[in-house]
């Protein structure tokens, strides 16, 4: 991996992980939900590492804050789509309760990201 590369930054890399989790407990969501719930938590779960992807190939601090954003918002998205989930009784009350706490972590780093991005700004 080069240095300061995409794939280095520490908030991608949960993020990464927190898709992957997402992704693997949809296959045992109802085929009917395919083209809902699915498709929702598939698309939200993505925008969130697609977020600090483009922000971080933007080179500039403020359109990477504001990618940040974006990615912050997808995570509360998956949040709310996971309530859903569990409402439905399409997951336990356990693995909400293990995504819960990737959430806030992931929550947590992303905010820490934007801090930092901040903070680089105004030392320019």
Not at 75 to 80: A, K, Q, R, S
């Amino acid at each position: 991996m080069k240095e300061n590369s995409l794939e280095d930054l520490k908030v991608w890399q949960e993020g990464r992980k927190f898709r992957k989790k997402i992704s693997k407990i949809l296959k045992e969501f109802p085929t009917d939900e395919k083209y809902r719930l699915i498709d929702q938590l598939l698309r939200s779960s993505r925008s969130i590492t697609a977020n600090i992807a483009e922000g971080h190939g933007r080179f500039h601090y403020q359109e990477n804050i504001q990618f940040c954003r974006q990615s912050r918002g997808s995570l509360t998205e998956v949040f709310d789509h996971l309530t859903c989930a569990i409402d439905e009784g399409f997951i336990s009350q356990e693995v909400f309760n293990e995504l819960y706490s990737d959430y806030l972590n992931l929550l947590k780093m992303i905010n820490g990201y934007i801090v930092y991005l901040r903070k680089r700004k105004e030392d320019g």
